[in-house]
């Protein structure tokens, strides 16, 4: 039965716009995906929008951010013009990549540079036909389980799907910058997949720029990420978000035997919500993950870290490191599990989550969760809350240091576990930029 949120006009609105497209003809065109979407509709109808007696969202309320009407599918084309001064605004630099933008979740290739030999590059609803698609799409998710990733599923349109084709090794990143933008409130749904195929190597940079000054923006986005036999991946997430968007934002990882996936996350003000369930999901012996995540919140903020890692087979390794800054009324949370199931035997599991509050007024909830159900295995997992240590302050503030100045040092310190994998200078540069930024003097720390 759908719970209290499933009432909300935006539910309705929902249901009755994909009623309204499969008695359309507009269907034409998606008759390979049409089944999977007619079955995830089905699990959005039953599951409704997630309330807060929903486990995984006990902490994370989204009902706020859904109660105003929103527009569906916003125009690109018109949007363009607005993409290419967005584009302007963008300032990692040093950055030597291979671009590709996405204006609401559409490929445009005018906007874009020419990818090398070795990787294929197509909008989602152009790639039904692609051998790789057929093999990949929707084959990870649960729909049962997953509120937003079930509505994704059933209602997307636009999105990009990239193929690296096997032992293609490049030596420039990716650089994937979503851009949103319209007039009004818009509700987009992106759907991406990206298949790594064996003993191919790329590293992908992911940023969002996200045009609200006419309305707010809800960006409810799905990746599935598959990485084969012997392939390395880089995942870097910029969320670096404007005031008055919304974001929630599932990754399902696939990895083969061998294979190294690292993705490294961070979520930096302005947004009003930021949710990510990352989920990466160990299909085959000797796998390695690494997931490291920064989140630096102010205002009102709030940010919902969920990940998952699902030991599934001997001889893998994960290793995470999530660390959380938190200013003037923000609110955190973070949830981090990892499954290790019977055959999982020589596993090798770690999980840190330390959180530095510089505020009396924000919050965080931290959940680290280990399940073995395996008996030859080294796991370890562990959680911390504090505050900047006033005896480094002193000793700081004491060989002339200014106290913002110092302030600033012991965050950088304190953020170091995760800022020094980064492996991309430029990356590794705007964020400690932005990280320097966004930490205030010391009669600025609480906002009303």
Same mark, same amino acid.
């Given at each position: ?133 057929? !093999? ?17 599923? $059933? ?13 293609? +090794? ?29 003993? $191919? ?25 598959? +990485? ?27 990895? /083969? ?88 035997? /020589? ?67 304190? !953020? ?12 590794? $540069? ?19």
């Amino acid at each position: 039965m759908a719970n209290q949120i499933s009432t909300l006009p935006l539910y309705q609105d929902l249901l009755q716009g994909f009623d309204n497209w499969l008695t359309s003809k507009q269907t034409t065109g998606h008759e390979s995906t049409l089944p999977l979407r007619k079955k995830a509709m089905e699990h959005f109808r039953t599951l409704g929008f997630p309330s807060r007696k929903v486990e995984d969202w006990k902490y994370t309320n989204v009902l706020p951010f859904l109660q105003q009407s929103y527009e569906f599918n916003p125009d690109v084309i018109q949007n363009t013009d607005k993409a290419a001064i967005a584009l302007d605004n963008i300032n990692m630099v040093g950055l030597d990549a291979y671009r590709v933008v996405l204006v609401n979740g559409q490929v445009q290739l005018a906007l874009s540079d020419e990818l090398p030999a070795g990787i294929t590059l197509k909008s989602i609803a152009e790639a039904e036909n692609e051998p790789a698609f057929q !093999a990949n799409f929707g084959q990870q998710i649960n729909l049962e389980k997953y509120h937003f990733a079930a509505l994704n599923t $059933a209602w997307y349109a636009n999105g990009l799907f990239l193929e690296v084709l096997a032992n293609t +090794v490049l030596e420039k990143p990716i650089y994937l910058v979503h851009i949103y933008t319209g007039s009004g409130n818009l509700f987009i749904q992106p759907r991406n997949l990206v298949v790594v195929n064996r003993s $191919a190597s790329v590293s992908i940079v992911e940023s969002v720029i996200a045009d609200s000054h006419n309305g707010d923006i809800f960006v409810n986005s799905v990746s599935e990420i598959v +990485v084969k036999e012997n392939a390395q991946v880089h995942h870097y997430n910029l969320q670096n978000n404007s005031k008055n968007t919304r974001q929630v934002n599932h990754t399902e990882v696939s990895q /083969k035997r061998d294979s190294v996936y690292s993705n490294y996350t961070f979520s930096l003000p302005e947004a009003d919500l930021l949710r990510n369930n990352l989920h990466l999901n160990l299909n085959d012996e000797y796998t390695e993950s690494h997931l490291y995540g920064l989140y630096l919140l102010n205002g009102r903020q709030l940010t919902d870290n969920h990940t998952l890692v699902n030991h599934l087979h001997p001889h893998c390794e994960s290793n995470e490191v999530y660390k959380g800054v938190l200013l003037d009324n923000a609110n955190g949370v973070f949830n981090g599990k990892i499954f290790v199931q019977r055959d999982a035997q /020589k596993t090798n599991a770690f999980q840190q989550n330390n959180n530095l509050l510089l505020s009396n007024k924000a919050t965080i909830n931290s959940k680290p969760q280990l399940e073995i159900f395996a008996d030859d295995v080294k796991c370890s997992h562990g959680s911390t809350v504090g505050q900047l240590s006033q005896e480094a302050m002193f000793y700081l503030r004491s060989r002339g240091i200014s106290e913002q100045t110092a302030r600033r040092l012991l965050v950088s310190a304190f !953020a170091f576990d995760v800022t020094q994998n980064i492996r991309i200078p430029a990356v590794e $540069a705007y964020i400690n930029k932005l990280i320097t930024q966004h930490i205030p003097a010391e009669q600025e720390l609480v906002k009303a």
